[in-house]
């Protein structure tokens, strides 16, 4: 599976963007898909997930500002990013697999930049 990510960019705090992950390949393999990000000199975080089922998992710090989708017909996955905060700035990693607790050991994108400017 092939992952590329798009979408990022500066924007000021309060702002929105919304990241996209395009898969091609053994996308019948798929059933669950992750945005996790790191910034520099911390560890990276799942900050949201999605599976083939719709269920959907999001990090606390998140809830109520993120929303993950994903089209399957596009092969897919967004994220909407609103009231952007300057601390989160940070690469932000697409990722697939088989299930959202196995992400990890899954299928990553190069990743797309985040910044958010106070």
């Known amino acids: 599976v092939q992952l590329v990510e798009s979408g990022g960019g500066l924007v000021q705090a309060g702002g929105s963007l919304r990241l996209s992950c395009a898969a091609s390949?053994?996308?019948?393999?798929?059933?669950?898909m992750g945005w996790y990000r790191q910034a520099p000199g911390k560890e990276r975080e799942l900050v949201a997930a999605?599976?083939?089922?719709?269920?959907?998992y999001y990090a606390d710090s998140v809830k109520g500002r993120f929303t993950i989708s994903r089209d399957n017909a596009k092969n897919t996955m967004y994220l909407q990013m609103n009231s952007l905060k300057p601390e989160e700035t940070a690469m932000y990693y697409c990722?697939?697999?088989?299930?959202?607790?196995?992400?990890?050991?899954?299928?990553w994108g190069q990743g797309t930049q985040v910044t958010v400017s106070s």
């Open positions: 999605i599976s083939s089922g719709g269920s959907t």
């Open positions: 990722a697939a697999g088989h299930m959202i607790a196995t992400l990890t050991q899954g299928s």
């Open positions: 390949g053994s996308i019948l393999s798929i059933n669950a």
